[in-house]
Nanobody, 123 residues
Framework: QVQLVESGGGLVQAGGSLRLSCAAS????????MGWFRQAPGKEREFVAGISWMGGRTYYTDFVKGRFTISRDNAKNTVYLQMNRLKPEDTAVYYC????????????????WGQGTQVTVSS
């Protein structure tokens, strides 16, 4: 089992920044690729970014490229999502997830999920 706890969400004005953290406990963190997803009200949960086991490869969906950066610190068992130039359409609950396979945009590829952290961007 892997337990994931997100933090760092909040209310920010458009154009501002937030840094989300996801702390993992349980099994060896470096054995898992990590992903960030988000879910806005009335919408499906969607992939935002992913990172490989050692952090050498990162993946982003088109609508966050150039604005968001995913990183991980395996010594701290933590994955981060730095979000810059936030837009009102980025408002959602953000979830981190762990997969024992490969980084994927598909929710079903992830084995463990956090409880989510709310990000609200005001215009």
């Amino acid at each position: 089992q892997v337990q994931l706890v997100e933090s760092g969400g909040g209310l920010v004005q458009a154009g501002g920044s937030l840094r989300l953290s996801c702390a993992a406990s349980g099994r060896t963190f470096s054995n898992y690729v990590m992903g960030w997803f988000r879910q806005a009200p009335g919408k499906e949960r969607e992939f935002v970014a992913g990172i490989s086991w050692m952090g050498g490869r990162t993946y982003y969906t088109d609508f966050v490229k150039g604005r968001f950066t995913i990183s991980r610190d395996n010594a701290k068992n933590t994955v981060y999502l730095q979000m810059n130039r936030l837009k009102p359409e980025d408002t959602a609950v953000y979830y981190c997830a762990a997969s024992s396979r490969v980084v994927s945009e598909l929710k079903r590829e992830y084995d463990y999920w956090g409880q989510g952290t709310q990000v609200t961007v005001s215009s």
